[in-house]
């Protein structure tokens, strides 16, 4: 089945502590990308990548790292978490750049 | 800043109506949009694209694009209680690689 993964599903941690949410796709993608929808502001994108080794910052990239080292990973890394990091994140996946994305399931963060 | 704008609803409908939502966007090089149905602690799921102005049919749902006045609508024929949720319209960045998603607009048919 083509999709795009996620983990984990529902996170809870405490300010400062380092983590990683995964992404893969499995439908050979070039494109994908990192959302966090907040409650008024709808889905904003965090960060992107064209491919292998090629990623550039969203709209609201400030506390977030990326890498893109395979084709299907695109892993969302959170060095010094913050409070104002809860949120809903969502990754996205697109044939090509400018493209149709599908969604992942989205992973529910939660920073005390 | 680009910007794109929906009404945030809710737009209420009965069901067996067209449902019309809309959605403007400020960046004038746009060149590709969407729309997505997003239901309550799901993911957004992609309904439609278009790239060129005019309309573009596909079922119930027709997306209608006018880039000289910088808007695009979805319309939703023969709505049923399975189609509330919320509408998420979204636009590319021109000149990146970038997208831009509207607020969305809250849909509930009413049965």
């Known amino acids: 089945e083509a999709q795009v993964t996620q983990n984990p599903r529902y996170l809870i941690t405490v300010t400062g502590k380092k983590l990683t949410v995964t992404c893969s796709q499995n439908?050979?993608?070039?494109?994908m990308s990192w959302y966090r929808q907040d409650p008024g502001l709808g889905l904003r994108q965090i960060y992107y990548?064209?491919?292998?080794?090629?990623?550039d910052k969203g709209d609201v990239p400030e506390g977030y790292k990326v890498s893109r080292k395979e084709k299907r990973n695109f892993p969302l890394i959170l060095e010094s978490p913050s409070p104002n990091q809860t949120s809903l994140y969502f990754c996205?996946?697109?044939?090509?750049?400018?493209?149709?994305?599908?969604f992942g399931p989205g992973t529910r963060l939660t920073v005390l | 800043q680009k910007e794109v704008e929906q009404n945030s609803g809710p737009l209420s409908v009965p069901e067996g109506a067209i449902a019309s939502l809309n959605c403007t966007y400020s960046?004038?090089?746009?060149?590709?949009f969407f729309w997505y149905r997003q239901y309550s602690g799901k993911s957004p799921e992609l309904i439609m694209f278009?790239?060129?102005?005019g309309d573009k049919e596909d079922g119930r749902f027709t997306a209608q694009l006018n880039k000289a006045s910088q808007y695009v609508s979805l319309l939703i024929r023969d709505s049923q209680p399975s189609d509330s949720a919320t509408y998420l319209c979204?636009?590319?960045?021109?000149?990146?690689?970038?997208?831009?998603f509207g607020t969305g607009t809250r849909l509930k048919v009413l049965a």
């Open positions: 979204a636009v590319t960045v021109s000149g990146t690689y970038k997208y831009i």
């Open positions: 439908m050979n993608h070039e494109y």
């Open positions: 996205a996946s697109s044939p090509n750049p400018g493209g149709s994305q599908y």
């Open positions: 960046d004038r090089g746009s060149q590709s």
């Open positions: 990548s064209m491919n292998v080794e090629v990623t």
């Open positions: 278009i790239y060129s102005n």
